[in-house]
T-cell receptor
Framework: AQSVTQLGSHVSVSEGALVLLRCNYS??????LFWYVQYPNQGLQLLLK??????LVKGINGFEAEFKKSETSFHLTKPSAHMSDAAEYFC????????????FGGGTRLMVKP | GAGVSQSPRYKVAKRGQDVALRCDPI?????LFWYQQALGQGPEFLTY????????KSGLPSDRFFAERPEGSVSTLKIQRTQQEDSAVYLC????????????????FGSGTQLSVL
């Protein structure tokens, strides 16, 4: 079965600083990996996804993530944090059964200080 | 067109009460998923529909939980005899397809129904 682990339930950065949100996966097959963002009182929104093409994936809002098979990681980064990036971020892996449903990590709340 | 719509936005229930949560997926979307998101946690899969067929209900936590999608569009998640541990945000998501990759597989989430059981 596939699973993801997000290290750090809360991350705080200063505006303009590098954002690094960690995600490690466990999968018996080549994984499809996703990052979602959830703003307060809103649904989850897809930031980016890895589907075995390029290992460096660029997403919306300046975010990117790098798939590293040797480290079983898919960390999310952004060079310069904005106040508007404050939200909950979820890493997810897609399953191989009917519907290919997503298995989510526990989430990381990103706080951005002025 | 409109996104995935869920109602009610908030639901307060007394323990033992039955509740029904509604999901209106994007028109034409074949796949529909229900997730449960407890406070401070990631969403957890409950059940999956392809059109009107419920193909996976392995995530439903007990037989008090029941979901249906009789005409392959609107879906209802019903919880009978609610318990305090049922308190969570219930998320619905839909996609055009579940296979094939690309944009057709992209999941669109609703804003959820926050259920509080007192």
């Amino acid at each position: 079965a596939q699973s993801v682990t997000q290290l750090g339930s809360h991350v705080s950065v200063s505006e303009g600083a590098l954002v690094l949100l960690r995600c490690n996966y466990s999968s018996s097959v080549p994984p499809y990996l996703f990052w979602y963002v959830q703003y307060p009182n809103q649904g989850l929104q897809l930031l980016l996804k890895y589907t075995s093409a390029a290992t460096l994936v660029k997403g919306i809002n300046g975010f990117e993530a790098e798939f590293k098979k040797s480290e079983t990681s898919f960390h999310l980064t952004k060079p310069s944090a904005h106040m508007s990036d404050a939200a909950e971020y979820f890493c997810a892996v897609r399953g191989n059964n009917a519907g290919n449903m997503l298995t989510f990590g526990g989430g990381t709340r990103l706080m951005v200080k002025p | 067109g409109a996104g995935v719509s869920q109602s009610p936005r908030y639901k307060v229930a007394k323990r033992g009460q039955d509740v029904a949560l509604r999901c209106d997926p994007i028109s034409g979307h074949v796949s529909l998923f229900w997730y449960q998101q407890a406070l401070g946690q990631g969403p957890e899969f409950l059940t999956y529909f392809q059109n009107e067929a419920q193909l996976d209900k392995s995530g439903l936590p007990s037989d008090r939980f029941f979901a249906e999608r009789p005409e392959g569009s609107v879906s209802t998640l019903k919880i009978q005899r609610t318990q305090q541990e049922d308190s969570a945000v219930y998320l619905c998501a839909s996609s055009l397809l579940s296979l094939g990759g690309g944009e057709r597989e992209k999941l669109f989430f609703g804003s959820g129904t926050q259920l509080s059981v007192l």
